[in-house]
């Protein structure tokens, strides 16, 4: 198992490094200039030159990349000119935030979507189950930015009962529990919006592997020796169809440090999805290599937490000898 | 088998991250950015006075006029020189002092050093931080800021600056002309884009006679000086603090500022909010009334508009078109008419006909187009009613320098016809194609939108390519690959700032929003010249009124409308100054 491990992390690092060449190149492949956003408009000529020089960006762009290579090697994930301090200093300020938004939502999503889905199942074409597809779908096709603001316009503007934008209440100042529950006041709207964009993958996938299952000759034989409908389902059916689950679920958990852009945007939540937008309108190279690298790098570590969570799920699966 | 797809996962993200600026799901995110690239200029004008202060500017080159503006804020609806409801309310009843102001801003600043940048977004706060020697008002006339009066010398090649008394810099040094010295010759002529620009070819030397006059010697005749000096064009540092730093640029003191302003720096939490507190040193006594002014990083607009009818925001800069009736009858909200502020000042979104391309050599093309859009439309459909047809390259707001005589360009369907038949291109069907390129969010593309139907009805079959901001720059001032385009041109403090770059020959090429036309004319280059370094204002009126007949008779460019921005403030909430840096710094809410 730690030998598994072990080498499954090495096997990272030169995948990580690929990510790291492709992007950079991808990006920087991209039309765009950050020269405005870096220097400010309406200089001269001779300004721009200077700005250029500064940050690199005359340099040809083979060289610029292997500078970039160079300090990655070096542990540096590159300098933030917009805001003025390293591009990992200025993520790890914003992981909190979209952490405080995303583990919730994708432990509220995963218990619904897992309950729901496993309900659907063993009613398979029964009015839950109907009711509970026609919900997915739905919940698959509306825009989420859409849905915030409408959650935004019923429950905040017209009944009032939460706040529209923010992390806090901006001009109350509390402190203590109170301050806690301020955040948890605002928490509610946004995680109602990612839960409802978590909940149907989770749920169509539960469901088809719960379904999966029941049709197998052990549930049967389960049956026959008498064991209750409920509990054949969730000793027997739903564990066994808990890999693709757990499958889903990871691939989030590895977004998650994308946040989510416009659920973010929509109700003011400050965190690494609007960073990552506002870096890439601003072309801001270092923080967009940094979280796209840090995102491959999580995706991986995902990838592999998944894998050796197969193995406590499922004593057939065992990593390594 | 995984990896193939993990690598796949990250290929599309990349893809995405390198496509996402003008993608659909750009939309409810791009609007924010507007402001900031509305104009592509970002300054605060106005500048309502001090309570305790008494203007009195020795200063000749006073450039303006009546305001004609119909600012409604109580703030700056009043001539410039005389006194002002802001400073007379509170002499007569003492405003309510205390409170939190909340004022949404749509992204993250950065970093506080106002003087290394001309971001919207970094002005918006430090102008609530710093001081300039003067501010401005709704019509770029100076008051005094930390000036507290000046003397002109006749040919306008040096002017003396006497600084208020008893300033102290937040950490309690005193401020001397020491500090503005410093910061012209360390900071600025280097880093603010604009002023050095502007100054640096013509700025002989800064002399500091003693601790409190500071000089200002030119090479030549300048008479835009005082335009140049607010709190967003050149803050004032703090010498104490930037002397000996290795890089003003990176250095640690621009995210702990030192100012003189109004509030002070309390935290600062990325992407989400930044605290101030009072100055209770401040150098107006007094001032300011509020103890508190929290700005809170808001990227949509539409939370924006929300979060101010829920109460939970006082001020936003920028009410969207199509929310300010809305907004205009709600008792609780107060909306503001502003033609400047940090987002830029006497803004025109122009069309810019690219002149290396031949069809744009003939003028009759350029006039057929000018009379086939309508302008008109665009005003009622794309700016809802906040703004008005332009005339020219300059600004009717801009009172001294604007004027009417000039040839106009009614929308008129047959006169363009007949103009495109004459220029020899055939009727019927398409007579040719051109691209029209404009920024991806915002209005730009609305704008596109009706001129790409007017355009058709004369033939004129026109390709809409919508650019990110990041794209778009490069694209039109780097390659020059473009057939038309459109850009919001602010004029700025005064036209030698903010109009004659997009003329003058010398500012042709990879610059930024510069003479994008490629607009070639010795004899307007020489009319710039004279008018930025006559004193006089009249004669630099004429001056002016000559460049706007010649340039609306040859037309390198059509300016479509005259933006007028609104702003939105909780109807509590009194002396707010709409139009300048110091937007909090006579605040205060009603009892």
Redesign the interface.
Known sequence: MVRYTVRRLLQAVP?VF??AV??WI??H?????????L???????G??AMMRE?FGLDRPLHEQLFVYLGRLAQGDLG??Y????SAVS?IL??LP?TLLLMVPALAVASVIGISVGTLAAARKNSALDNTARTATLLGHAVPV?WLS?VL??LF??RF?WF?????S???A?YEGFRALLDVGHHMVLPIAALVTVYVPPIMRVTRAAVIENLDEMYIRAARARGQSRRRVLIRHALPNAMLPIVTVIGSQIGFMF?GS??VE????W??LG?????A????DFAI?TAM?LM??VT??LM?LITDLVYSLLDPRVRHGT | MRRLRLIGAILALALLAASCGDDGSDEPVSQPAEPAAEGPSAEPETAAEEPAEEPAPAAEPEPAAEPETAAEEPADEEPAAESEPAAEEPAAEDPRRGGTLVIALSDDPGHFNPGITTGFNVHAVTGSIFNGLVELDDNANPHPDLAESWDVSDDSTQYTFHLAQGVRWHDGEPLTSADVKFTFENVLLDYHSRTRGGLSGILESIDTPDATTVVFNFTQPYAALLQRLNSTEAPILPKHIYEGVDDVQTADANLTPVGTGPFKLESYDIDNEITLVRNDDYFKAGLPYLDRVVMRVIPDQNTQVLALEEGEVDYIWRVPGGDIERLGSDDSITLHNINSGPGGGFCIPTLTFNSDREVFSDLRVRQAIAHAVNRDQLVAQVLFGQGRVATGPINSQMAFAYSDDVTSYPYDVDRATALLDEAGYASGGTRFSIDLLVFSFGVFPKYAEVMRQNLAEVGIDVVVTPLDRSAFIPRVFGERDFDTNIISYCNNTDPSIGVARMYISSNIGDIPFSNGAAYINPAIDVLFDEAASTPDVARRGELYAEIQRILTAELPYLWLVETQFTAGSGANVQGLQANSGHVAETAYFEE
């Open positions: 995948l690929g990510a492709v992007t991808l990006i492949a991209a039309p765009g200039d950050p020269i405005v956003a220097a400010g408009e309406d200089g001269d000529a300004y721009y500064r300098f933030s917009r805001q003025n301090r200025v300020d914003q935030a930015f603001q935004l316009l905040a503007l009032d706040p529209v934008q923010g992390r209440d901006a001009r100042g994308a852009v416009l945007t929509v109700f003011a400050p965190g609007r960073l990552l937008l506002s890439i309108l601003a072309r967009i796209l995102l491959s995706i991986i990838n």
